[in-house]
């Protein structure tokens, strides 16, 4: 189930962090983006688990593991949505600049320098 999780959720977080760091960080959407996620750290477990119940294992009917890393999932995005931006923020502009130069655009910029040169411990893990 963590494997189901991780999987849905580290992408996802990733994508949304990377808006949020690097694409617009000033707009409507960011924040409420940011509020929710910071609202989200503070969900409960077992309200993650009743709300993924209702909505799938009603449908399918039947426990499965799925299920199980879905509810994962939504108790592991907020995390790693924070932990992901705060990272992409400590990138030296000049690491930044440089790949411009190179005459990246901007989502090769993104993936190719940014994320790599991102600290794999961000103040928010220690």
Known sequence: MVG???VISIPIGILAA???????PDSRLASSARFLAKVLTGFP???AGVFVYAILV??????SA???GISL?????PTVVLTAEEAMKTVPRRMKDAARVTSAAEPRE?????VPAAPS??????
């Open 58 to 63: 009603l449908a399918m009917g039947s426990y």
């Open 110 to 114: 993104t993936a190719t320098a940014q």
């Open 4 to 6: 189901i999780a991780a």
């Open 121 to 126: 411990e961000s103040p928010n893990t220690a």
């Open 18 to 24: 990377t808006y949020l760091a690097e694409l617009d």
């Open 66 to 68: 799925w299920a199980g």
């Open 73 to 77: 999932a939504v108790l592991m995005l």
């Open 45 to 47: 477990s077992i309200l």
